[in-house]
């Protein structure tokens, strides 16, 4: 059965945040020491000091030094691996100075192989444990005594049950903090996963629709070519009839404007413009919209004051005329379109006054295609304005009106630059 451990960190960044917090860690533990040592001098208690100072001395230059190994050649693993190595070896220099294995503090060996366990796991958390088993084992013979208070035995068993509580404190402390820490990374990771493997099937389906459109692009030009042709030849032979004129006008004019959207299409999109007014290029592109949909009503409102000048990438306008096509079907042949510029990103609400979309929708819209209750409707506009919005940056957010219809808001972060 394979092992499956914890926390793995894969990406660099994590072992660095990691190392980073056991140096800290690592700091604390040494503080804590100088803190025990100052109360063994008030009690008087004889101890070797430079030999114990010597070996805290070694583990805080160390932890000093860890940080500058990336930049001497070490990754930040080996310089994790390093400093556990060092918290064991200088332990074990510690116990043997101060009792040795009959010093409660042997116990602090767990957390350093808790984390090689948890940060490093294979063969190094391996070697760790059983490095500590063998240092503590060593211990048993190769130590120097306990200074005892004039061979007081009750003195000598109170110390040794306040150690244990100690011990058990920092280990307990420690394991709860650092796990706790480790359980949250865990699950940002699992987070950022969902949402990667989300984004991939929206993806995926976007493929599958690209490749379907540029198939449906290739085979509708030749019929878009033959019914230009009978409109300019019907128009030339019936031009007298005004009532049959204008409807052939305005035949041809949607016929032009598929064929455009065909060509811009083949070629991938429409050429990247330079910075433009806000409100001046969104107010055009909507009444050229209006003239193709003469049966909707479509209301724009433009906010007062200064009209803001910004690039706007091309994709934005399928994106937005595909939510005000949506709104104009659903919505009883009436929109209102509305635009604000704040501190530095555009918002525009989409409103219809009729319809409503249900709580399943409003979950997954741009997830997946939505069930659309239009009668040719195939769901996939929201999605694909969704994938669209979310690659520029931008949001769509969709919620029901309590007074019936659907609000669609885009928020889409822009940089106000000057015109040409």
Not at 142 to 151: I, K, M
Not at 176 to 183: C, H, I, K, N, R
Not at 185 to 203: I, P, V, Y
Not at 319 to 330: D, G, H, R
Request: with cysteine.
């Amino acid at each position: 059965m394979k092992w499956n451990p914890i926390f793995k960190p894969g990406p660099a960044g994590d072992v660095h945040h990691a190392g980073q917090r056991v140096r800290r860690l690592r700091w604390l533990m040494l503080f804590l020491a100088l803190a025990m040592l100052a109360g063994c001098a008030l009690e008087q208690v004889e101890l070797p000091w430079l030999l114990i100072g010597q070996a805290l001395a070694t583990l805080a230059l160390v932890n000093l030094l860890l940080p500058r190994l990336p930049s001497w050649g070490l990754a930040a693993e080996q310089g994790l691996r390093l400093g556990l190595l060092f918290d064991a070896l200088v332990l074990t220099e510690l116990l043997a100075f101060s009792g040795g294995a009959a010093n409660p503090l042997a116990s602090l060996y767990l957390p350093p192989v808790l984390f090689a366990a948890l940060l490093s796991p294979g063969w190094f958390a391996w070697l760790l444990a059983w490095l500590s088993v063998a240092a503590y084992g060593l211990l048993f013979e190769w130590h120097l005594d306990w200074p005892l208070n004039g061979g007081n035995a009750a003195y000598a068993f109170n110390l040794h049950l306040s150690g244990m509580w100690l011990t058990f404190a920092l280990s307990a402390l420690l394991i709860a903090g650092f796990v706790s820490w480790l359980a949250r990374q865990l699950q940002s990771q699992g987070n950022a996963l969902a949402e990667a493997r989300e984004t991939q099937l929206r993806d995926e389906q976007l493929l599958a629709v690209g490749m379907q459109a540029a198939g449906a692009a290739h085979s509708l030009s030749t019929p878009l070519n033959t019914l230009t042709l009978l409109v300019d030849e019907l128009l030339s032979e019936r031009g007298q009839d005004e009532p049959l004129r204008q409807d052939l006008l305005l035949m041809q004019a949607q016929l032009a404007s598929c064929s455009a959207t065909l060509a811009r299409l083949k070629h991938g999109s429409e050429p990247q413009l330079g910075p433009l007014p806000l409100f001046a290029a969104l107010a055009e592109r909507l009444e050229g919209w209006r003239s193709l949909r003469p049966d909707v009503r479509l209301e724009w409102q433009a906010p007062q004051g200064p009209d803001p000048e910004a690039r706007l990438d091309p994709a934005f306008w399928p994106a937005l005329f595909n939510l005000v096509n949506n709104a104009a079907e659903a919505g009883g042949g009436a929109v209102t379109v509305s635009a604000q510029w704040q501190a530095g990103s555009l918002q525009l609400d989409i409103v219809n006054r009729q319809g409503c979309l249900s709580e399943a929708q409003l979950a997954r819209a741009g997830l997946a295609p939505l069930d659309s209750a239009k009668p040719a409707g195939l769901g996939l506009g929201m999605m694909l304005s969704h994938a669209t919005l979310a690659r520029l940056g931008g949001t769509l957010s969709l919620d029901n009106r309590a007074e019936g219809g659907v609000h669609a808001r885009i928020r889409l972060p822009l940089q106000e630059e000057e015109g040409r």
